[in-house]
């Protein structure tokens, strides 16, 4: 079964770019193939061939979503393989780091009939620039949203038991090994809401902490998994402080959630002051919002994936495209 995450999401800190997580730090290296072109080229159609070519054959594949269009491909990784295709274009512009040894780019744009494009030009500029535009409404409110959340998360932090919390998280980091954290996203504000792949993770021990008690006692669990091997998936809204965090030796996973449960509630030592519940109705509000320019966002990338297509080569593409495939035994 393959597993979903995003690479990059759109957050209340503006986009944030967790690419460095895409191969576990305690994997052993992988090849990367960096893709470049612009949008309609053919980079996500790649990936997605090679990673049903890849789980067909029985690999263990985790598939990257692009937060700005989730059903396209930002990255996909075959395991077994060894191997990462990845977008090398922007807002996560990625270059070689030793080219021909440890990664290449695959340039899709070649295929491009540039001198006819570059009259497309002057319209392209226009629809750039209205994509930034609604990209920085959609960021103006999830910060806003954000700052809500820290000062509910502090508020909740006040209410409870800090030590107890502490005392009861300890024995999970015990056996958990000295090393670098993976750091991903499995939620996003995306054009088509709240995207959330969670449950292909195939979590076990989930024990969930929700609400702004949740959410403080997340933000202890994540000081004390600092310098710890473990996987840690931010948050969306507040992403500096983990949604979920992965304890490999001890099997149990510690998940957040949007609705209060017994767990976190537990070790409340004093009620939640009113604002915290004014807090989350404002950031969802503000989130709902971001949602609505983020589809506008989608709608122009469309028009300027409509403006590319015509232009490209998909022939040659396509056989630069099986090339790469064979190249993988996929």
């Known amino acids: 079964m393959n597993a979903t995450y995003f690479p990059g999401a759109n957050t209340g800190l503006g986009f944030v770019n967790r690419f460095d997580g895409i191969v576990p730090p305690w994997a052993k290296p992988h090849y990367t193939y960096v893709l ?4 309609g080229v053919g980079k996500s159609t790649l990936m997605r061939k090679v990673a049903a070519r890849a789980a067909a054959k029985g690999y263990t594949v985790e598939e990257f979503r692009c937060a700005s269009d989730p059903d396209s491909f930002d990255a996909v990784r075959v395991a077994e393989l060894r191997v990462v295709l990845l977008d090398g274009t922007a807002p996560h512009s990625i270059d070689p780091v030793i080219p021909g040894a440890c990664d290449e780019v695959i340039d899709l744009g070649h295929f491009l009939r540039h001198e006819e494009f570059m009259r497309e030009a002057t319209t ?5 620039a209205a994509n930034k535009a609604h990209y920085a409404r959609a960021y103006a409110c999830l910060a806003a949203a954000r700052a809500l959340t820290v000062q509910a998360t502090d508020a909740a932090a006040e209410a ?10 300890a024995p999970l980091f015990a056996g958990e090994g000295v090393g670098e954290s993976r750091r991903l996203f ?4 995306t054009p088509r809401g709240v995207v959330d792949y969670t449950d292909t993770l195939n979590f076990t021990g989930v024990r969930r902490y929700g609400g702004a008690a949740g959410d ?17 998936l931010g948050g969306f809204v507040m992403p500096e402080v983990p949604r979920c965090i992965r304890l490999h030796a001890a099997a149990v996973t510690l998940c957040g959630d949007d609705q209060p449960t017994e767990a976190a509630t537990a070790f409340l030592k004093a009620p939640l002051p009113d604002f915290v519940a004014y807090a989350k109705a404002e950031s969802d509000s503000l989130v709902a919002r971001a949602v609505g320019e983020l589809s506008v966002c989608l709608a122009v990338h469309d028009e ?10 998909y022939d040659r593409v396509n056989a630069e495209s099986d090339a790469l495939l064979a190249r993988l035994g996929l």
């Open 36 to 39: 470049k072109g612009g949008p």
């Open 124 to 128: 392209l500029r226009a629809r750039f």
């Open 160 to 169: 409870l038991d800090m030590p107890a919390v502490r005392k009861a998280l």
């Open 186 to 189: 499995a939620a996003s504000a």
């Open 216 to 232: 403080a006692i997340l933000r202890e669990a994540a000081r004390m998994a600092k310098g710890r091997a473990v996987t840690l």
């Open 304 to 313: 300027i994936e409509a403006i590319y297509r015509p232009f490209v080569n």
